[in-house]
């Protein structure tokens, strides 16, 4: 194994990153697996394109996570998607395997792509080169791939929104808000996606990635107008990234706007328990002055069961009945007043 250059040492990553499983797919169909040494593929390629930089080439290790990304490096065009990371060189296609299982499907869908006849020209409507089959293949491959994430989070997602119309559940919130993170996790695939598929097609170094050895095997009235063509062929594709964005916003805002509902009645219900804490406190606050007075005039008069005189009682009577009358006139005209300033009451 090659010695980690300076860029591994700065980014600290360990040594056993630098050798990936990959498998590579000729336009043959013929398909190999290898253990491929990112150094050594680093340092064969920056032999030909110098600005490429071993920090840039990492990008395409599994082990290292890193945004959507669509770039030509001399005669290889690398696209890493999610989980994917691929190398499209003009006669094959090196695939690195991930943990994830998409890399048997995106390996037979790209073989579905590549033509029959290895002797086919450049069509005046859609292009039929194996360079760009495999273009293709990778590219359609990874919209289905989203699409299948979409329709795994779909039916989740929709579930908890359905569910919390009805009655509200902390459970069903909390799988909402789970399933919310990753709906956004993949709008935001699409739209990175999306912006380096467009991005790359007007990158002049594409029309070379596809030229340069096609100008060799086709005939001699070659359309030089190459990226138009390609643009046309991939522009269904474009749309189908679009629609599934439009598809993630229409979900994500359906839960934003249960989610806020939610909380706005979990923020009634507080502000009502908020209320009666209120109301308690001032009865409390009103029965203690109450408590306060009557104590205070009420322990100095005799109790009528227990006394002699015929004249107290009339006295505990009164001291009561105000007492009970201030308590209740007090309650009513709290509770009135809550209820016009908004307490909840």
Not at 173 to 180: K, N, P, Q
Request: aromatic letters at 10%; one cysteine or more; charged letters at 20%.
């Amino acid at each position: 194994m090659s010695k980690p250059c300076t860029f591994l040492r700065l980014l600290k990553q360990p040594e056993q990153s630098l050798v990936v499983e990959a498998t590579k797919l000729k336009v043959s169909g013929e398909e190999s697996k290898l253990q491929v040494n990112l150094t050594q593929l680093w340092y064969c390629l920056s032999q030909q394109d110098k600005s490429l930089t071993f920090q840039s080439f990492r990008k395409v290790d599994p082990l290292v996570p890193i945004e959507p990304l669509f770039a030509v490096w001399n005669e290889v065009l690398c696209i890493v998607v999610g989980d994917t990371r691929a190398l499209l060189y003009p006669d094959s296609l090196l695939l690195f395997w991930t943990n994830s299982s998409s890399c048997p499907f995106l390996l037979a869908h790209v073989a579905q792509h590549l033509p029959k006849n290895k002797t086919s020209e450049w069509g005046q409507d859609t292009l039929h080169h194996p360079q760009v089959a495999l273009l293709e293949g990778i590219v359609s491959g990874i919209i289905l791939l989203l699409e299948k994430e979409l329709a795994d989070l779909e039916p989740q997602l929709l579930q908890s929104l359905e569910a919390l119309q009805t009655a509200y559940d902390y459970d069903q919130l909390g799988i909402l808000r789970t399933s919310s993170k990753d709906l956004e996790i993949l709008m935001k695939k699409c739209d990175n996606f999306y912006t380096e598929l467009e991005s790359v097609l007007q990158d002049s170094h594409l029309r070379f990635w596809i030229t340069h050895h096609a100008q060799q095997e086709v005939n001699d009235s070659f359309d030089v107008d190459i990226l138009e063509q390609l643009e046309a062929l991939l522009e269904p594709y474009l749309q189908n990234i679009r629609m599934i964005r439009t598809r993630c916003a229409h979900l994500d805002k359906a839960c934003v706007d249960v989610d806020q509902a939610m909380m706005l009645n979990f923020d009634l219900v507080r502000n009502r328990f908020l209320g009666f804490d209120l109301l308690g406190t001032l009865l409390s606050c009103v029965i203690t002055f109450v408590s306060v007075f009557v104590g205070y005039f009420g322990f100095n008069l005799d109790i009528p069961i227990y006394s002699a005189s015929k004249g107290s009682q009339y006295y505990w009577y009164a001291i009561v009945s105000i007492s009970c009358i201030v308590i209740v006139i007090s309650s009513f005209v709290l509770v009135r007043w809550m209820r016009k300033s908004g307490l909840g009451i």
